[in-house]
């Protein structure tokens, strides 16, 4: 199993309900740009699940050699890299600010997705399960930064599933809604529309067994982005979302 963005809280929790459910991985790799902190959770698998792990260092801002990649196989792909920047009146007009968001949500992204599915492809077998997000089913004026770069990655994993569909390769579009990590610490969350980690992991898991296109971790998130996504644009302007 390939973790891209291994020390986000739900890909831990995601690794750990695969191994809990009897998932087993010849190697688990372990992709981030801290590997300090990689090395600890690996630490953690290894002596509670005896499953041997790889961490390997993976900055989507820098350049990568992917020749670092080569020698990885493996038929299930977990990407949770992301990144929510400062909030509109902070960082809108922010160069830097923007430009992170972009490329960590999207941007540069998208090359790294690319080079795991052209060898899945090659294989003819696969899953692909990328975490978007709810905010890029419409924009909205308190995150449309951020929302624009889920967007983005949301159409390219819809093309990307249409493209593979017929090599055998499965991509998913996770889309978690509001979740209690690091990332939304100190936000005012509804505890109601609000998952845990773990939640959020055994909901991905149901679905990438379902072989679901797309999954919203709770699913009022479904229900209520179809009424933002159905809004008429003369209202949908005037509102405060």
């Known amino acids: 199993m390939i973790v891209i963005g291994a020390n986000s809280e739900v890909a831990q929790a995601f690794v750990e309900c695969c191994l809990k459910k009897g998932e087993k991985f010849k190697t688990l790799y372990l992709l981030s740009s801290n590997t300090a902190t990689s090395e600890k959770f690996a630490n953690h698998i290894n002596v509670k699940y005896l499953q ?5 260092e993976l900055d989507v801002l820098k ?3 992917y020749k670092n990649f080569d020698h990885i196989e493996s038929d299930l792909l977990f990407c949770a890299s992301g990144y929510l920047g400062l909030g509109t009146e902070e960082g809108l007009y922010d160069d830097k600010n923007t430009e992170r968001i972009l490329d960590i ?5 998208v090359p790294v997705l690319n080079h795991f599915a052209k060898k899945m492809e090659s294989k003819r077998q696969g899953n692909m399960i990328v975490l978007s997000s709810v905010a890029g089913d419409r924009g ?7 929302g624009s770069a889920k967007a983005g990655l949301t159409a390219y994993l819809s093309g990307l ?8 390769v499965h991509v998913m579009t996770v889309k ?3 979740m209690a990590t690091k990332m939304t610490e100190g936000l005012p969350l509804n505890p109601a529309l609000t998952a845990t980690p773990d939640q959020a992991a055994l909901a991905i898991f149901k679905a990438y067994k379902s072989k679901k296109n797309t999954a919203y971790v709770l699913p009022i998130w479904s229900l209520i982005m179809m009424i933002i996504r159905n809004i008429p644009e003369f209202i949908f302007k005037k509102l405060k979302l």
């Open 161 to 168: 599933r249409n493209y593979l569909f017929d090599k055998k």
């Open 105 to 109: 949500n999207f941007s540069k992204l």
């Open 52 to 56: 041997h792990t790889e961490v390997l």
């Open 140 to 146: 909205r004026q308190s995150n449309f930064i951020y």
């Open 63 to 65: 350049d990568i050699d």
């Open 176 to 178: 978690p809604g509001f």
